[in-house]
Structures are given as C-alpha cells and as structure tokens.
C-alpha cells in the first residue's frame, strides 16, 4: 500500500527566507507525485506535479520540487517565501483508478 | 466560474439529523470525489465515482451515502448525524484520459459542526 511522510508538523521563516518541505513516500511502482497548499478556509490547490522524465518540476507561485527516486523523497522548495505563502502543505501519492493518498501535512508559518 | 463548486459552504446540526452536500464540477471530468479533513487536518477519500459507477468506497459507516445523478454531479447524504462526523468534506474530481494519474481539482469544502 502507498504511504505518504512529512516528517515536520510546523515550519517557521522568515518572510525572505528561503524553504524547504520534505516529503518521502512510498509506493511500488513509478509514482505520481503531487503537492497541494491548503490556506485557511480554502480547498486545496495543485501546487506542482511529478509524472516522469525532468525531476526537478516547476510549479506555481515560484515553487519547485525534486524527485529523488534512491531518497523516495518529493521535497518542495522555495528560495524567497512571501507572507502570503503561509499555509497548510500536503504531499500525495497518487495510484491507479485516482485514490491518492495524503500526508499529514506541513503548517508554514512566515515571520514578518 | 467555479470549477468545482460546493454546497453549503457551512452546515450547523444537531445530532441525529440528516442533512446533505451537494457538489458540482464544470471541468468536463469523469471521476469526482469525496474527502473527509478532520481537526487535525488529516485528508482521508471517503468515495470516488467515475461516470456515475461508484469505484472507491472506503472504510465509511453506512450513514454516509453518496449519489452521483451524472458525472458533473456527486452529492453525499448523511443520515442520523454524529458528533464525531463534525469535520470539512471536500468535493474533488480528477481527469480520466486514459490514465487517472490521482490529480486533483478541490472545491472550498464544507465545514459541518454537529452539536
């Protein structure tokens, strides 16, 4: 079965500061790989998305993510976060006939 | 124009009413979704449809019962409601094209409080 890890709850920066979210999955097969942002009271938004070939994806907003397939890492990053970055951030999995499975999600919390 | 629209967006009950959320999409997808995010914002599938056939039903109580009348449309029902069912249900539909890849089109979600 496929899992989903992000190993940290609550990320604090600094408005400026770069970022990092880290995520590991697993799963048998070649995954497809996602990151969503959740900001308060919203649903949630496709951030970027990994399917095959180029492992480093761009996506909106100036973030980007890496596949490392030895790692089963997907980490997403940032080099300058805005104030308005602050969010929720959930890593997925996606799998045949569409039943993704969700990490636990990263609080992102931006000092001024 | 919303893509994937949800109704009500707010839902206040009292235990043991029935009460229902209706979602609609304007994507022209052929799978919908419901989602189940809980106080620790946990994100659990509860069902997926794909062209009106049911095809995920996971662990769910029987209270919960979702009716797709044509694949623009998935609503859910819920029957004699429970404190443990206060949560945000979330409406999603995804892409076929021959390959469900997972991706996921959300709509703001439906925050139910059972009293």
């Known amino acids: 079965a496929q899992s989903v890890t992000q190993p940290d709850i609550h990320i604090t920066v600094s408005e400026g500061a770069s970022l990092e979210l880290r995520c590991n999955y697993s799963y048998g097969a070649t995954p497809y790989l996602f990151w969503y942002v959740q900001s308060p009271g919203q649903g949630l938004q496709l951030l970027l998305k990994y399917f095959s070939g180029d492992t480093l994806v761009q996506g909106i907003k100036g973030f980007e993510a890496e596949f490392k397939r030895s790692q089963s890492s997907f980490n997403l990053r940032k080099p300058s976060v805005h104030w308005s970055d602050a969010a929720e951030y959930f890593c997925?999995?996606?799998?045949?006939?569409?039943?993704?499975?969700f990490g636990d999600g990263t609080t992102l919390t931006v000092k001024p | 124009d919303t893509a994937v629209s949800q109704t009500p967006k707010y839902l206040v009950t009292q235990m043991g009413n029935d009460k229902s959320i209706k979602c609609e999409q304007n994507l022209g997808h052929d799978t919908m979704y419901w989602y189940k995010q809980d106080s620790k914002k946990f994100l659990k599938i509860m069902f997926s449809?794909?062209?009106?056939?049911?095809?995920i039903n996971e662990t769910v109580p029987n209270r919960f019962s979702p009716k797709s009348p044509d694949k623009a449309h998935l609503n859910l029902h819920i029957n004699s409601l429970e404190l443990g069912d206060s949560a945000v249900y979330f409406c999603?539909?995804?892409?076929?094209?021959?390959?469900?890849?997972?991706?996921?089109?959300f709509g703001e979600g439906s925050r139910l409080t059972v009293l």
């Open positions: 449809y794909n062209n009106k056939e049911l095809i």
């Open positions: 999603a539909s995804s892409p076929i094209g021959g390959l469900n890849t997972g991706e996921l089109f």
């Open positions: 997925a999995v996606g799998a045949e006939a569409g039943k993704s499975t």
